[in-house]
């Protein structure tokens, strides 16, 4: 048959230099895209979390002191304080008031005293904390007869917004 002739010439091996930008952006992309496959990873799960705030922060005793023996015609100073047993400050704005009496026949009617304004903050664990603004309790003389108030006790129903 024929002849056949073999290249004996050494094979060249093409070897394809990359230039420094073509470098830099092949290695950009595989920081890129690795670093997205790490941030991935380490980026899974997620949520939330809530508790409700207490529905009230607490409750704040408020006490009222004046002198005995009240008579007709005369008026005391009325003091105030309150006790706090919660864990947060509580505040005292006006203090209001409600009369009552031990004898029913002793009209709380009678007796007057005004609405406070108090505006104090009252720290929390709190004793016998002295609140700000005084009352003047005043026993009305009426026309009617008011023995039944002899030796009746008074007694202040207190409240504050």
């Known amino acids: 048959m024929g002849n056949t002739v073999e290249n004996t010439a050494p094979k060249k091996k093409f070897v394809r230099k990359f230039s420094k930008k073509t470098t830099a952006a092949v290695t950009a992309s595989f920081l890129i895209i690795g670093g997205g496959a790490y941030a991935f990873w380490t980026t899974t799960g997620g949520g939330t979390f809530s508790a409700p705030n207490a529905a009230s922060n607490g ?3 408020l006490n009222a002191t004046f002198a005995s023996g009240l008579t007709p015609g005369a008026s005391v100073s009325v003091t105030y304080t ?16 409600v009369v009552s009496t031990s004898d029913p026949l002793c ?24 609140l700000a603004g005084t009352g003047t309790l005043t026993f009305t003389d009426t026309a009617i007869n008011q023995d039944a108030c002899k030796s009746a006790t008074v007694t202040l129903t207190l409240t504050s917004n």
């Open 59 to 61: 409750t704040v005793v």
């Open 82 to 97: 309150a006790n706090n047993a919660g864990t947060s400050s509580l505040r005292v704005g006006t203090i209001s008031h």
């Open 107 to 130: 009209l709380p009617a009678d007796f007057t005293i005004s609405n406070v304004a108090s505006n104090t903050t009252v720290p929390a664990s709190s004793t016998n904390f002295a």
